[in-house]
């Protein structure tokens, strides 16, 4: 497997499933990083699983806060179901109290006495604890405290400076309160992630994460989703294909109908992607189920990821076509996941995906439908970039991925939401036309990367017996474009009855 990201052995994990992948093992330790972001974002819950990462491994770990409570930090951790018994919180009552004597009677500006008090305490706390893991929260106060840009920076590099020799992994907490000329303590960092929160019209918010920098090692660039939920935060990274290279053996896979087989050269190829698109009703999710009741029968794994059908219509319609996927099913060997694209992250449906192919060894995905899909995004132009990825990784394991892609209209000129054919290998085109008083369907292979194909376009007929493609349709014209034209005798057509 290549991998561009080089795992550091001596890297300060994070506790936060997926953060030390996009780190490429964790922070390096006994430095200082910036987290930032805006209020909502996470900022509290991923610095308590730094910590408590650190508790699990026998470190010391302390906790500075001077923006909320030690109260609402125990309610924040149970409510993810935390105990916060083996970290050491200090919070800024205890501080304040502190403060009251020596700010009453005072030549100097009281706000000057009580960023140099502050800044004095959480040195003697650090001396005091000698923690192995440190997080501050927030910067925002201290810059209310330090009243200008010049007195902040030079309190947070002194800060930095006494802790440098402390062997201490520090995570400092910033809202985005401060002017850009607060914003120079990123150059003080050793590292800087930003948490981000959009929030769409309809729909769950949707959170991402960039790491900014991180002085002198890799990590994976670019923004990552995340979602919090009880049990803390969860980061998706980014799916990067040229990672993610295997062996495997290339061969063509029959249908198992014939005449379909015809038309795609054989069968389907290993490692290839396809996209199955016509206008609704002609059948596109129909071969999708008889490839895996197909794959099935062969024992092999498919995942199929729905996204405008629930899983009881599905499975209720493919017993009545002949192919029921519940003995599948019960055997493990089919999974059938209804998802709702307003509920969910383009990175975790990324996420799950690999996690079938890489823990339970699936040999073929379907998306049904990539109109679907589509709703899951947050901009149409990041469509593309992402199926790219999810289907170069795909065709790297050797696993058969289908998309099914519906078209706009019924009859006439079609019309796609969005155009992928050039991603897919193959392109299957499904199509409604007259004849004899009747509206029938039509299948075609378009292209076909990994060989030969017909060329041909033949009849297409769904029956409770299953799938039927017929002889070709010779003696029709135009039937691609949705006005076809007979200019022959009916001999070839399959019988209607």
């Not at 670019?222 to 290339?250: N, S």
């Not at 089919?334 to 996420?351: R, V």
């Not at 901009?379 to 795909?394: I, P």
């Not at 949705?482 to 005798?489: K, N």
């Amino acid at each position: 497997m290549a991998n561009r990201c080089d795992i550091s052995p001596g890297a300060c994990s994070t506790g936060v499933p997926g953060l030390d992948d996009v780190l490429c093992g964790g922070f390096p330790r006994n430095r200082l990083y910036l987290i930032e972001g805006d209020s909502g974002v996470g900022k509290t819950t991923l610095a308590l699983q730094f910590l408590l990462e650190g508790a699990r491994l026998n470190e010391n770990c302390l906790y500075i806060t001077l923006s909320e409570t030690k109260e609402e930090l125990v309610q924040v951790a149970k409510s993810h179901g935390w105990s916060l018994e083996k970290i050491t919180l200090l919070e800024l009552s205890s501080i304040e109290q502190q403060l009251k004597a020596e700010t009453d009677h005072t030549f100097f500006h009281p706000s000057e006495v009580e960023l140099n008090k502050t800044t004095k305490i959480l040195t003697d706390a650090v001396d005091q604890f000698k923690p192995s893991r440190l997080v501050f929260d927030s910067l925002s106060e201290m810059r209310l405290m330090a009243e200008t840009p010049l007195r902040y920076r030079r309190q947070i590099l002194g800060l930095k400076q006494f802790l440098a020799g402390k062997q201490c992994t520090i995570l400092l907490l910033d809202d985005h309160s401060g002017s850009d000329t607060d914003k120079q303590v990123r150059s003080l960092a050793h590292g800087v992630i930003g948490l981000q929160k959009q929030s769409p019209v309809y729909g769950i918010n949707r959170r991402t994460l960039i790491v900014e920098k991180i002085r002198g090692v890799k990590f994976r660039e670019g923004f990552h989703d995340y979602a919090i939920e009880r049990g803390g935060i969860t980061v998706y990274p980014r799916l990067i294909a040229a990672e993610h290279r295997t062996q495997f053996t290339r061969e063509t896979v029959p249908s198992g109908i014939k005449e379909f087989d015809q038309l795609l050269g054989g069968g389907f190829d290993r490692g290839t992607s396809t996209i199955i698109m016509g206008p609704p009703g002609t059948g596109k999710s129909t071969l999708t189920i008889r490839q895996a009741f197909v794959a099935g029968q062969r024992g092999e794994h498919v995942n199929f990821y729905l996204f405008d059908e629930t899983i009881a219509t599905f499975v209720g319609r493919s017993a009545a076509l002949g192919m029921d996927l519940e003995p599948f099913v019960a055997k493990g060997l089919i999974k059938i996941e209804q998802i709702d694209p307003a509920e969910i992250l383009p990175g975790e449906l990324m996420h799950r995906i690999r996690q079938a192919v890489t823990e339970e060894k699936t040999r073929m995905v379907v998306i049904d439908s990539i109109n679907g899909y589509l709703n899951a995004m947050p901009d149409e132009r990041y469509l593309s970039m992402q199926l790219h990825e999810l289907l170069a990784y795909l065709n790297q394991q050797g696993v058969i991925s289908m998309l099914v892609l519906a078209q706009q209209g019924a009859l006439g000129a079609m019309q796609s939401v969005v155009d992928l054919t050039y991603l897919a290998d193959t392109v299957v085109v499904l199509r409604y036309f007259e004849a004899g008083g009747q509206v029938k369907q039509a299948i075609s292979v378009l292209k076909k990367r990994s060989g030969e194909h017909e060329r041909n376009i033949r009849e297409l007929k769904i029956t409770k017996e299953g799938i039927m493609v017929g002889e070709p349709l010779n003696e029709f014209h135009g039937i691609l474009t949705g006005v076809p034209t007979f200019v022959g005798t009916s001999q070839q057509m399959m019988s209607s009855k």
